[in-house]
């Protein structure tokens, strides 16, 4: 199949590839009744898109002796690739246009060693599983890297994990390479995108997905929109006062969110219980591997060790103690707990809940749902493509 | 004139009813630059509104020997009510098409006698404004009240100073009593709305707004609308935390921004003060008067008592804690602060602007003005009529 080279021509032809994207198969009285248009001007525009290439006729109908199909679909040689580099790993799928994950490869990295290295990896990611056949090439690509950026330009802007990308175009440089439209977006948002696609927040317009994995973010769906804030940087919870008196943080400020639970917080808690002969549990560990991770941390968790429970606790109830204000701020429909620190999963949940449930007006927290993502890792790759998808399946 | 029956049939018709608000007396050919629509259908919508009795032509243009006028305007007889209630004030005022204030009243009051006297009260003092000859009637009523409320129904919920609200129709009772559309919100949201149209705000499109009086609310505008949340309590910031180890509030959790810094707050701080001997300026105005409030404490502080200083330097620290954080969540293009507290001036605003610079990522704050809210008291009123005419103004 020749890669996707239109763009719907209209707002109208937009609204039908993304209900053939996120409903699949249908009908045109199916479609019809989802749109505003005329049975006509349905006709007209599914025609013009038919010609395209981006819509293709039901295969099974339309061997039914010539009669005019009465069902389409998106091509189903439609490519999406989505990337998610995190801090310390890679996750790359390719999916169709449904969005349906085909194939998927996850590999470790530094971000610290810089954009060339790190998207020569993504490159030879996406070779290798265009060499499984999955793809013959990509028609977009949708980006998600850990730190902040300029939305528009696709340019990541003083991200503190990540020295040596400020300022690099990252959408540019990969248009290139790619030969196809490529956006980027932060991780977190991406996430958020993610879960509201095929996740736990699929019929929740306003919502708010914190991430907690190295450091602490939060994606912001607002009408079913992530919302960037002027400047892009919108989400930035990691560094929210939880402790005027708490611990010093990597920015100079006391207290931070981040200096008191995340990855990085969670290991050197862990690590310090170990040396320190608190934790059997976590020093065998530490023995066993040389460091400790959240991951030590959550199997300590389940395997009952209290000082890792503790630690679990009270880490879930600052995270809890900033979702409550946020809650209260932004009066959510929902919600989604994801990232790597989601192993420690109940005891974190309760802690949080608690604090929420206690602490935020009634009214905001009546019907709100706290929960874990439903995607795992799975959400950043998602929401990735989902993002480049709304970008094509908009009017040019 | 008759008061305002009909609605704007279409979008365009809306459109075109919240430039000339907006804009003021506009020719046809500046309409025309504003609106997407070809010259021929503009004049169609443009007599049907004539037609409607929502628009007139402009006197000047219509008496130069009946050429057709190329101007037109709001009808100059609309008149739209303003009406902010406080947990201890009305403001009332009455507006043109325009929303100029054409006539303004303040009445103290105690919402917390109830809706029914206060509502006789916000009668007395509509009628005062008729008796004065600035209207007829009202096409539209615009009402503010101190708590949150369920937008779409215009009703307050669970309002926390507001015993005897929780659930009346005020939207609907108000609907009856006057005979015209009215629409009720929070008084923090229509503040920010009030400074989004005539105010310091003018031309941002997300900011925050936060309203420093007996309590503390703030208002989220994104896209140049008021974001409510999912059941309209969203900006319930007083009872955030800023301290673990803070003060009992009345909320029954500890720390609450609002035991800390409010109206409520600073007046038991001025007295305490004033008791102990610790202020002997504020030791004279409580003999003065028997009874302290903001107020008293920003006169202290203009005049350099150390104490009052002292409590509004602090104060600011901890909204200025607060506002940090929304700032980093949520990335604005703008914080105003308004509300009777802001008499603290520019020590209350130094404070909080040394937090949000010293906490918040750079990139949020590169750009961000931090300012006081322009419209002083009559933020809200003005608010109110834009809230009832962007209602009025879309079609029906």
């Known amino acids: ?73 998106l091509a189903p040689g439609l490519r999406f690739l989505g990337v998610d580099i995190g801090a310390t790993s890679i996750d ?102 993610g879960e509201q696609h095929a996740g736990v927040a699929r019929s929740v317009a306003d919502f708010l997905c914190v991430k907690i994995g190295t450091g602490i973010g939060c994606g912001i769906i607002v009408g079913g929109q992530v919302y960037r804030g002027v400047t892009g940087c919108a989400g930035d919870i990691g560094h929210i006062q939880v402790d005027p008196q708490g611990r010093l943080c990597a920015c100079g400020n006391r207290g931070c969110l981040e200096a008191h639970f995340s990855g990085a917080a969670l290991a050197r808690d862990a690590e310090e219980a170990a040396h320190s002969g608190r934790s059997a549990h976590l020093a065998v560990r530490l023995e066993a591997s040389g460091r400790l991770t959240s991951a030590d941390l959550a199997a300590a968790a389940a395997a009952g060790d209290p000082v890792a429970l503790d630690m679990a606790r009270t880490g879930g109830e600052r995270v809890g103690q900033v979702i409550a204000g946020l809650v209260s701020f932004f009066n959510p429909g929902m919600v989604v707990i994801g990232g790597g620190v989601t192993g420690l999963g109940h005891t974190l949940l309760a802690s949080v809940r608690s604090q929420v449930y206690r602490r935020s007006l009634p009214l905001a927290t009546g019907n709100l749902p706290i929960v874990l993502g439903e995607l795992g890792g799975m959400a950043g790759v998602i929401g990735a493509t989902r993002l480049i998808s709304d970008h094509l399946f908009s009017p040019a």
């Open 92 to 193: 790359v799928a390719v999916t169709n246009g449904e969005l349906e994950v085909l194939g998927h490869l996850n590999d470790s990295t530094d971000v610290k060693d810089g954009p060339v290295a790190v998207f020569e990896q993504v490159l030879a990611m996406a070779e290798k599983l265009k060499e499984s056949g999955l793809a013959e090439g990509f028609d977009g690509v949708g980006i998600g890297v850990p730190g902040p950026v300029r939305f528009p330009e696709g340019v990541p802007v003083a991200p503190p994990i990540m020295p040596g990308w400020d300022g690099f175009p990252v959408r540019e440089a990969l248009s290139q390479e790619f030969g196809c439209s490529v956006m980027v977006d932060n991780d977190v948002n991406l996430m958020g995108l």
């Open 1 to 73: 199949m020749r890669r996707m080279t239109a763009r719907p021509a209209n707002t109208h032809q937009a609204h039908l590839l993304r209900l053939l994207r996120d409903g699949g198969r249908s009908s045109r009285a199916e479609l019809g009744e989802r749109i505003q248009l005329s049975r006509s001007k349905l006709a007209v525009e599914i025609d013009r898109l038919l010609e395209t290439g981006l819509v293709a006729t039901d295969g099974f109908a339309a061997s039914r002796g010539g009669r005019r199909s009465h069902s389409v679909r």
